[in-house]
Antibody, heavy 118, light 106 residues
Framework: EVQLVQSGAEVKKPGESLRISCKGS????????INWVRQMPGKGLEWMGR????????HYSPSFQGHITISVDKSISTAYLQWSSLKASDTAIYYC???????????WGQGTLVTVSS | DIQMTQSPSSVSASVGDRVTITCRAS??????LAWYQQKPAKAPTLLIY???SLQSGVPSRFSGSGSGTDFTLTISSLQPEDFATYFC?????????FGGGTKVEI
């Protein structure tokens, strides 16, 4: 069974760093893209970026470029989304999603709530 | 960037109704469009990919059509479990972009 399991909720202060994770199982992790998607409270979905786990090549949305880093550790089938300096406006639920069997995100993680507040 | 415009932003409907949601791309994306359903406090789930291909396990009352810039998601007979928010996403070119969402409510 294909699964994406994300790390737990985080509460951080502005300016702090953070890395959240997404562990894939039940499929060939290095053969399928991982996307990250933001959903701010009460709002829609925003595509942040995507990584090819086979070579770590990433595409970022211009809206997020320079503020986030997407990476993978192939040895443990885990993708990461990282901030070096959080802002209050980063408060949101973050989803990872994989394109496994079709050209769209057919598998999603359960989401990670990130709260940034002083 | 390709802008995806969904309409309506919300629709009130009843069980058994036929519901149609449209998504317009700011430039041609061939058939590189997906539709997702999201229920409150849950992750989105894929309904339709490649504009008209039904994702495995999704009921046949859901259908998608269109190509180029204009796309439609149709629910032929609305069921109680279909009350949710629906998003389109273009997967033609980076950055991949979502529509603003359509909330289907009673």
């Amino acid at each position: 069974e294909v699964q994406l399991v994300q790390s737990g909720a985080e509460v951080k202060k502005p300016g702090e760093s953070l890395r959240i994770s997404c562990k894939g199982s039940g499929y060939s992790f290095t053969s399928h893209y991982i996307n990250w998607v933001r959903q701010m409270p009460g709002k829609g979905l925003e595509w942040m970026g995507r990584i090819d786990p086979s070579d770590s090549y990433s595409h970022y949305s211009p809206s997020f470029q320079g503020h986030i880093t997407i990476s993978v550790d192939k040895s443990i089938s885990t993708a990461y989304l990282q901030w070096s300096s959080l802002k209050a406006s980063d408060t949101a639920i973050y989803y990872c999603a994989a394109n496994v069997f079709v050209p769209a995100s057919d598998y999603w993680g359960q989401g990670t709530l990130v709260t940034v507040s002083s | 960037d390709i802008q995806m415009t969904q309409s309506p932003s919300s629709v009130s409907a009843s069980v058994g109704d036929r519901v149609t949601i449209t998504c317009r791309a700011s430039q041609a994306i061939s058939s590189w469009l997906a539709w997702y359903q999201q229920k409150p406090a849950k992750a989105p789930t894929l309904l339709i990919y490649s504009a008209s291909s039904l994702q495995s396990g999704v009921p046949s009352r859901f259908s998608g059509s269109g190509s180029g810039t204009d796309f439609t998601l149709t629910i032929s007979s609305l069921q109680p479990e279909d009350f949710a928010t629906y998003f389109c996403q273009q997967v033609n070119s980076f950055p991949l972009t979502f529509g603003g969402g359509t909330k289907v409510e009673i």
